[in-house]
Structures are given as structure tokens and as C-alpha cells.
């Protein structure tokens, strides 16, 4: 973040959002009601850049989902994108960098993230729109007590239904309950501990032990160098330090968006009991691989 036209900040948004704007129009030109999808993280200005963006869309008046009271998990945004039918999303995230980035994830009606040829396509929208339009860039008056009809908060809609979508995922609540293992969770200064708190419900598991100190969304991240999971043992020390104390057998991490996950386990080869395995993408993805096998084997 910063200024000028090669960094993240007010203006860059703006014309970011007029060139996906007008795309949009043109592509959806012979359908109405069009609506888009927006949410934002805990970074620095991530608010204030998802509501100079929604305030674009409501005054060309295409409907806005704007989860403005809450900071939402990346996940959210293309769940909503199709629950909703809205034709685009946007999620203002740097993910996992450093404290000093912003970003802005565009999904398309299919809920995934754009790719070629139709990023091509709305950059150079992009680039046929760079002027601020006149009376609407900064134009935050849609937010004043008389709100625009275009815009709506799908919060309690939303977390309703990814949970109850969620609940269907879980076929042996009753293992859940009684497991006797413990789990520690990080959500690594971002966004994940109320949605981690609520799968954990939702999946009957005993509540997780929390990471105190990383447990609240921090734009400066007053913990970590990097808050990316992935980055091992130098981001999960304080998860691993509460492990220790508890005795928990499995830390579990999201980055600072929740849309990406660690998994560490116990090392019970060693005889300290304080030995840790974190487990590459390439090992959860044979796990994952390994569940979907064998749920289909058995409800086959």
C-alpha cells in the first residue's frame, strides 16, 4: 500500500472497480438486476476500499452484498457469489503477505477466481477507465442514515447457510463428541476465530484451545514476521507453546483470511513429547484425497 499508480490505495481501487464495473455491464447487458459480492479482511484500509468499491456499484446501481459489519474469510465471497447469483465478487486481502500489502481477489459468477482470457479482458477494461468518475469516485454517501436500496449486508444469510452446508459434511458426530483428542487453533491475527469456534460446533468436536495472543484480528500482526501458516515452525511458535502447555495433540492454523490451512501434529517418536510435524500441502492433500475415498466407499 502506498502512493502511486504501482501500489494498492484509494485511487488504484477506484479504477480497478470502474474497469470490472463496466465489464460487467457489458458482458450482463441484456440482464437485470445485476448484483456483485463484496467483503473484506482486518488489514489496514481494507474496509475503507470494500466500501469505496460498493459505492461505485450502488450508484450505477447494480445491488451490493457488502458484509460492511464484519470482517468476513475469504471462503465467504464465492459461496455468496452462488448462493446469491451475483455475477462477480471481491474480496480486498493481501491473504498471507506482510503487514504493509492490500489486495483485491475478483471472482466470477461461477464462484471461481478469474482467469484467462477474462482477466485480460477487465484489465484492459481497466485501463479504459482510469479517470475518476466525476461525483461518484469518493462518492460515500450511499452509507448516510438513508441508505441505498443497493446495498445489503448478507451476513446472517450467508453464515447461515455455509454452516448449514457445512453440517452435511459431518457423518460421525458421535466420534466427534467423545474424542479425547485436543486441538489447538490460530487464526494467526486474522479473520478465522469466530467461523473456526463455529465449525467446531457444527462438527459436535469439544472446543478448540485458542491462541491468545493471536486470537483477534491485528493489521500489524504483533506476533509474527510473516502471517503464513506455511511458513512452519517461525509462525506457529506460540500455537506450539500452547500446545506444549495444554498437551494437545493437533494445531490447526488459518492465514489471516482463512483461506489457507496448516495442520501440525505431535511427534510421539520423541520422548520429550514436545516435537512437532508440520505437514506439507502435498501430505493434506493425500489426507484429504484419503477421506474423500473413503466417505464415498462407505456411503457408496
Same mark, same amino acid.
Given at each position: ?119 485480460? +479482458?477487465?484489465? @484492459?477494461?481497466?485501463? =479504459?477507465? &482510469? ?5 461518484? !469516485?469518493?462518492?460515500? /454517501? ?127 517418536? +520423541?520422548?520429550? @513429547?514436545?516435537?512437532? =510435524?508440520? &505437514? ?5 492433500? !493425500?489426507?484429504?484425497? /484419503? ?10
Amino acid at each position: 500500500m502506498g502512493s502511486g499508480f504501482a501500489l494498492m490505495n484509494e485511487l488504484t481501487v477506484i479504477q480497478a472497480t470502474q474497469g470490472l464495473l463496466r465489464h460487467l455491464q457489458t458482458t450482463f447487458q441484456n440482464e437485470k438486476d445485476l448484483s456483485v459480492v463484496i467483503g473484506f479482511d482486518g488489514r489496514h484500509n481494507s474496509k475503507q476500499f470494500a466500501r469505496l468499491a460498493a459505492s461505485l456499484f450502488a450508484q450505477e446501481q447494480i445491488h451490493v452484498y457488502l458484509f460492511e459489519s464484519t470482517t468476513v474469510p475469504t471462503p465467504f465471497i464465492p459461496f455468496s457469489v452462488k448462493q446469491l447469483k451475483a455475477k462477480a465478487g471481491i474480496m480486498v486481502t493481501a491473504s498471507h503477505n506482510p503487514k504493509d500489502d492490500n489486495g483485491y481477489k475478483v471472482y466470477w459468477q461461477n464462484g471461481a477466481q478469474i482467469v484467462s482470457p477474462l482477466d485480460v +479482458q477487465i484489465a @484492459q477494461s481497466i485501463e =479504459n477507465n &482510469l479517470q475518476p468518475w466525476k461525483d461518484k !469516485a469518493w462518492n460515500l /454517501n450511499v452509507f448516510n442514515d438513508n441508505k441505498s436500496k443497493f446495498i445489503s449486508d448478507p451476513i446472517d444469510q450467508i453464515k447461515n447457510l455455509y454452516f448449514e452446508h457445512l453440517s452435511k459434511q459431518c457423518y460421525f458426530p458421535e466420534i466427534n463428541r467423545s474424542t479425547p483428542l485436543k486441538f489447538v487453533y490460530t487464526p494467526v491475527h486474522g479473520v478465522g476465530q469466530p467461523y473456526a469456534e463455529k465449525a467446531f460446533q457444527v462438527f459436535q468436536f469439544q472446543p478448540f484451545i485458542s491462541v491468545e495472543q493471536q486470537k483477534y484480528a491485528d493489521p500489524e500482526f504483533s506476533t509474527v514476521k510473516y502471517p503464513n501458516p506455511e511458513e512452519g515452525k517461525e509462525t506457529l511458535e506460540l500455537a506450539i507453546q500452547t500446545a506444549n502447555q495444554h498437551n494437545a495433540q493437533f494445531i490447526i492454523a488459518n492465514d489471516p483470511d482463512a483461506d489457507r490451512f496448516a495442520l501440525a501434529e505431535r511427534d510421539t517418536t +520423541q520422548q520429550s @513429547q514436545t516435537g512437532w =510435524n508440520i &505437514l506439507s500441502g502435498n501430505q493434506l492433500g !493425500a489426507l484429504l484425497g /484419503n477421506i474423500l475415498l473413503f466417505f464415498s466407499f462407505i456411503f457408496s
